[in-house]
T-cell receptor
Framework: AQSVTQPDIHITVSEGASLELRCNYS??????LFWYVQSPGQGLQLLLK??????LVQGIKGFEAEFKRSQSSFNLRKPSVHWSDAAEYFC????????????FGKGTRLSVIA | NAGVTQTPKFRVLKTGQSMTLLCAQD?????MYWYRQDPGMGLRLIHY???????AKGEVPDGYNVSRLKKQNFLLGLESAAPSQTSVYFC?????????????FGSGTQLSVL
């Protein structure tokens, strides 16, 4: 069964600094990978997704993520963080076949300081 | 275009009471999901549906029942609420799974069981 690990529970960065949120997955084949963001009091919104092809994917709000098969990772990055990026971020993995829903990581809470 | 609508947004129950959470989507999506979100636990799947008239158990189904009588609606029922069911509940829908598994989330229902 697939699983997702987000090693960092909480990260604090300064506004304007770069950001990298880690995600590691466990799956026997190439999975579908997603990053979702949850602003306070809201539901989750899709940031970006990887299915195949180019391992560097671009998403909304200036985020990008890189799929590294050798490391079973799909880390989320942003070159310059804005205060509005403060939120909780979830990595998720899906299977290519079968009616098996996404499996979510436990999330990383991002705080942004001035 | 409302997307995914959850009602109610807040609810307080006494132990043993029953209630139903309603999720409605207007995107003609086949797949619908109920998750619960607890601090430090991320999102955990309760039940899901792959089409009208179908339901399936997720990771934490005990104490909950669901019904999908109409394609646009997915109901989550608590027959006898327990304090352990205090949580934030999210409904989501998607057009498909795998490559089409972009989830659209509602804004959540905050449930407290006293």
């Amino acid at each position: 069964a697939q699983s997702v690990t987000q090693p960092d529970i909480h990260i604090t960065v300064s506004e304007g600094a770069s950001l990298e949120l880690r995600c590691n997955y466990s799956y026997g084949a190439t999975p579908y990978l997603f990053w979702y963001v949850q602003s306070p009091g809201q539901g989750l919104q899709l940031l970006l997704k990887y299915f195949s092809g180019d391992t560097l994917v671009q998403g909304i709000k200036g985020f990008e993520a890189e799929f590294k098969r050798s490391q079973s990772s799909f880390n989320l990055r942003k070159p310059s963080v804005h205060w509005s990026d403060a939120a909780e971020y979830f990595c998720a993995v899906g299977r290519i076949s079968g009616n098996t829903p996404l499996v979510f990581g436990k999330g990383t809470r991002l705080s942004v300081i001035a | 275009n409302a997307g995914v609508t959850q009602t109610p947004k807040f609810r307080v129950l006494k132990t043993g009471q029953s209630m139903t959470l309603l999720c409605a989507q207007d995107m003609n999506h086949e797949y619908m999901y109920w998750y619960r979100q607890d601090p430090g636990m991320g999102l955990r799947l309760i039940h899901y549906s792959v089409g009208e008239g179908t339901t399936a158990k997720g990771e934490v189904p005990d104490g909950y029942n669901v019904s999908r009588l109409k394609k646009q609606n997915f109901l989550l029922g608590l027959e006898s609420a327990a304090p352990s069911q205090t949580s934030v509940y999210f409904c989501a829908s998607s057009r498909g799974q795998g490559a089409e598994e972009k989830l659209f989330f509602g804004s959540g229902t905050q449930l407290s069981v006293l």
